[in-house]
């Protein structure tokens, strides 16, 4: 064989493993562990994130139609419910007792109002009780199986339990409680922009993977009832100026087989820990603080906080949605007197993407996510697509869990939600700089036609489903792969 | 992992040696079939080239994510598409 021969065949060989190494090379970065969003280098502050610069906006992509309302703590889910256990275990604090015969009617205020306004939420309530005596019965028939993420879980959720609560939950009004071990002889700062700057370093590195700073609106703080005085109508305090708002994901493949294997309590005690620590720091260089951390230790509202600090916008599930993290990423803020620039709020497209796409309505087990194509329902003085927080949490109580855990299957299906490697960090850094719309067309046509979805109902235990996961489950989470069951 | 390890530059680096050795084994192929080729000719291949490699990259990565079906949804369907533009684009640069 001649050379000019020999380089003809070669060259088809060499073009051929080049496209077998490109191949591979993509597996990789299909496969890869660095391609977990959030998991990466964080601490330092670089890592993966989305240059925000170019879509800094004056307004936010949420609509104000009206008054903007502050929210009462009963229109939270949990701690209507928790107040409404109470009322059912005869331990209300008025000592008012109450039986389902009474009704709406003769409920206790606040009780009575928000249920004579969602009549469908007092149904849903009972409804839920029902899903849960029914799980509880059923668990034993799945524990084996789910052996290894309830032990997961269980040791996330520690954090819950005995008195050694971090952060400590603050006790006294807050123009006491925020000032309990504030340096009294902190040194001048030298900017607020020093601050901010300052404050998103020390965030990072605690382990926060998006921080952002934002102005404590007061349609952003709770109403009728402050942490560490009771149920009381109040005022905003004084020194509730700004929010350090900052957010971390799930671990990466559980959150993938959600709903049986997920859990929220892995994000919620990282975010226990950042908060308490940076709490602890702010206090220490002179300023007064309070966390606000989940599962339910909050005076402020996190989602429009994460707007507005600029991290990411509210999706059609009624959760933020990062461009990093996607759906994705659990908040947790502190609220501060300490002089910081306030970021600007984004819209990278992503609310104009949930008006086409659906696919966590589409998905989610409850049918609590409105299929409206554009937001149509006034909620305190804001256009929102409409969750019904009432089915959703439904839905958490009828999962083969050892108790209700959650579902985040609309943050688990999310197309944001994905991880970051080429493919995807292609489509997350195109989609918002394209005017025309088409990639985003493109996206989603491959989105709803090249990956399978479970459906709805699938995720629910049988008679009624399957206990399906929207990914595959890691072989840690598999109790069969380990034990003998 | 691969990433952030010694193997990602080397690796990189064969796939670029790799490609420089098929367009040389290009050239004398187009030589001997007597196919003139210009600039814009070359630019066309290796524009086909990226294509195909976005495509078998695309494809590979879904199914390295552990979503093989959309990896072969992904494969066939934009594997036609270049396919036939590559029958296209073949039929032009044959032209003698
Ligand atoms: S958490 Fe689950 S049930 Fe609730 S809205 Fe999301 S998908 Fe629906
Ligand atoms: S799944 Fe689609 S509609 Fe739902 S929040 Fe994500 S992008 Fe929006």
Same mark, same amino acid.
């Given at each position: 064989?001649?050379?000019?021969?020999?380089?003809?065949?070669?060259?088809?060989?060499?073009?051929? #493993?080049?496209?077998?190494?490109?191949?591979?090379?993509?597996?990789?970065?299909?496969?890869?562990? @660095?391609?977990?969003?959030?998991?990466?280098?964080?601490? =330092?502050?670089?890592?993966?994130?989305?240059?925000?610069?170019?879509?800094?906006?004056?307004?936010?992509?949420?609509?104000?139609?009206?008054?903007?309302?502050?929210?009462? =703590?009963?229109?939270?889910?949990?701690?209507?419910?928790?107040?409404?256990?109470?009322?059912?275990?005869?331990?209300?604090?008025?000592?008012?007792?109450?039986?389902?015969?009474?009704?709406?009617?003769?409920?206790?205020?606040?009780?009575?109002?928000?249920?004579?306004?969602?009549?469908?939420?007092?149904?849903?309530?009972?409804?839920?009780?029902?899903?849960?005596?029914?799980?509880?019965?059923?668990?034993?028939?799945?524990?084996?199986?789910?052996?290894?993420?309830?032990?997961?879980?269980?040791?996330?959720?520690?954090?819950?339990?005995?008195?050694?609560?971090?952060?400590?939950?603050?006790?006294?009004?807050?123009?006491?409680?925020?000032?309990?071990?504030?340096?009294?002889?902190?040194?001048?700062?030298?900017?607020?922009?020093?601050?901010?700057?300052?404050?998103?370093?020390?965030?990072?590195?605690?382990?926060?993977?998006?921080?952002?700073?934002?102005?404590?609106?007061?349609?952003?703080?709770?109403?009728?009832?402050?942490?560490?005085?009771? %149920?009381? @109508?109040?005022?905003?305090?004084?020194?509730?100026?700004?929010?350090?708002?900052?957010?971390?994901?799930?671990?990466?493949?559980?959150?993938?087989?959600?709903?049986?294997?997920?859990?929220?309590?892995?994000?919620?005690?990282?975010?226990?820990?950042?908060?308490?620590?940076?709490?602890?720091?702010?206090?220490?260089?002179?300023?007064?603080?309070?966390?606000?951390?989940?599962?339910?230790?909050?005076?402020?509202?996190?989602?429009?906080?994460?707007?507005?600090?600029?991290?990411?916008? #509210?999706?059609?599930?009624?959760?933020?949605?990062?461009?990093?993290?996607?759906?994705?990423?659990?908040?947790?803020?502190?609220?501060?007197?300490?002089?910081?620039?306030?970021?600007?709020?984004?819209?990278?497209?992503?609310?104009?993407?949930?008006?086409?796409?659906?696919?966590?309505?589409?998905?989610?087990?409850?049918?609590?996510?409105?299929?409206?194509?554009?937001?149509?329902?006034?909620?305190?003085?804001?256009?929102?697509?409409?969750?019904?927080?009432?089915?959703?949490?439904?839905?958490?109580?009828?999962?083969?869990?050892?108790?209700?855990?959650?579902?985040?299957?609309?943050?688990?299906?999310?197309?944001?939600?994905?991880?970051?490697?080429?493919?995807?960090?292609?489509?997350?850094?195109?989609?918002? %700089?394209?005017?025309?719309?088409?990639?985003?067309?493109?996206?989603?046509?491959?989105?709803?036609?090249?990956?399978?979805?479970?459906?709805?109902?699938?995720?629910?235990?049988?008679? @009624?489903?399957?206990?399906?996961?929207?990914?595959?489950?890691?072989?840690?989470?598999?109790?069969?792969?380990?034990?003998?069951? | /992992?691969?990433?952030?390890? /010694?193997?990602?530059?080397?690796?990189? /680096?064969?796939?670029?040696?790799?490609?420089?050795?098929?367009?040389?084994?290009?050239?004398?192929?187009?030589?001997?079939?007597?196919?003139? /080729?210009?600039?814009?000719?070359?630019?066309?291949?290796?524009?086909?080239?990226?294509?195909?490699?976005?495509?078998?990259?695309?494809?590979?990565?879904?199914?390295?994510?552990?979503?093989?079906?959309?990896?072969?949804?992904?494969?066939?369907?934009?594997?036609?598409?270049?396919?036939?533009?590559?029958?296209?684009?073949?039929?032009?640069?044959?032209?003698?």
């Amino acid at each position: 064989m001649n050379r000019r021969k020999f380089l003809k065949y070669a060259g088809l060989a060499s073009g051929s #493993l080049a496209m077998a190494g490109v191949s591979a090379g993509s597996f990789m970065a299909g496969r890869s562990k @660095d391609s977990y969003t959030g998991w990466g280098r964080t601490p =330092y502050g670089k890592d993966q994130f989305f240059n925000r610069t170019p879509f800094l906006v004056e307004k936010p992509t949420y609509q104000i139609v009206g008054k903007p309302e502050r929210i009462t =703590y009963v229109e939270n889910i949990f701690r209507r419910n928790s107040e409404f256990f109470r009322l059912l275990m005869n331990r209300h604090p008025d000592g008012i007792t109450w039986d389902k015969s009474q009704g709406i009617e003769g409920l206790p205020e606040p009780l009575k109002t928000y249920y004579t306004n969602h009549p469908s939420a007092f149904e849903e309530f009972f409804r839920m009780r029902e899903k849960a005596r029914e799980q509880r019965t059923n668990w034993p028939k799945y524990k084996d199986k789910y052996h290894l993420a309830d032990a997961w879980s269980t040791a996330h959720s520690s954090f819950l339990g005995g008195p050694a609560l971090f952060p400590a939950e603050p006790s006294g009004p807050p123009e006491e409680a925020d000032f309990k071990g504030v340096n009294p002889n902190p040194l001048p700062l030298k900017s607020p922009e020093h601050g901010s700057k300052l404050i998103k370093k020390i965030a990072h590195s605690f382990g926060a993977t998006l921080v952002g700073i934002a102005r404590i609106k007061k349609e952003w703080v709770y109403q009728g009832s402050l942490r560490g005085v009771g %149920r009381v @109508d109040f005022e905003v305090p004084e020194h509730w100026k700004n929010a350090v708002v900052f957010a971390v994901p799930h671990e990466w493949e559980s959150f993938y087989a959600n709903p049986v294997y997920g859990t929220s309590y892995d994000a919620y005690s990282m975010l226990r820990f950042i908060s308490g620590k940076l709490e602890v720091f702010i206090k220490e260089i002179g300023y007064s603080a309070r966390s606000h951390v989940p599962p339910g230790q909050y005076d402020l509202i996190m989602p429009p906080l994460g707007i507005d600090a600029g991290l990411g916008e #509210l999706g059609r599930n009624g959760i933020l949605i990062t461009p990093e993290l996607g759906g994705n990423t659990r908040l947790a803020a502190i609220s501060t007197d300490m002089p910081l620039i306030a970021d600007k709020p984004i819209d990278a497209g992503i609310n104009k993407f949930c008006k086409k796409c659906k696919i966590c309505a589409d998905e989610c087990p409850s049918g609590s996510i409105s299929f409206d194509d554009a937001p149509k329902h006034v909620i305190r003085g804001f256009k929102r697509w409409k969750i019904d927080q009432d089915k959703c949490y439904t839905a958490w109580n009828s999962f083969a869990t050892s108790h209700a855990k959650g579902c985040r299957i609309c943050l688990a299906v999310c197309p944001y939600s994905r991880k970051n490697n080429w493919i995807h960090t292609l489509a997350r850094e195109v989609d918002p %700089r394209d005017p025309t719309g088409v990639t985003s067309k493109a996206m989603l046509e491959m989105q709803k036609n090249f990956f399978d979805y479970p459906g709805a109902n699938e995720y629910l235990p049988p008679p @009624d489903g399957n206990n399906k996961t929207f990914g595959k489950p890691p072989d840690w989470l598999l109790t069969e792969e380990w034990f003998d069951v | /992992m691969f990433e952030y390890s /010694m193997i990602q530059p080397l690796f990189w /680096m064969a796939i670029g040696l790799l490609t420089a050795v098929f367009f040389l084994g290009l050239r004398y192929w187009f030589q001997d079939l007597k196919i003139r /080729m210009y600039w814009w000719k070359w630019l066309v291949v290796a524009i086909w080239l990226i294509l195909l490699a976005v495509t078998l990259g695309g494809a590979f990565t879904l199914i390295g994510e552990n979503e093989p079906k959309a990896g072969v949804r992904f494969l066939l369907f934009f594997g036609i598409i270049i396919l036939l533009i590559g029958g296209g684009i073949w039929k032009i640069v044959a032209r003698k």
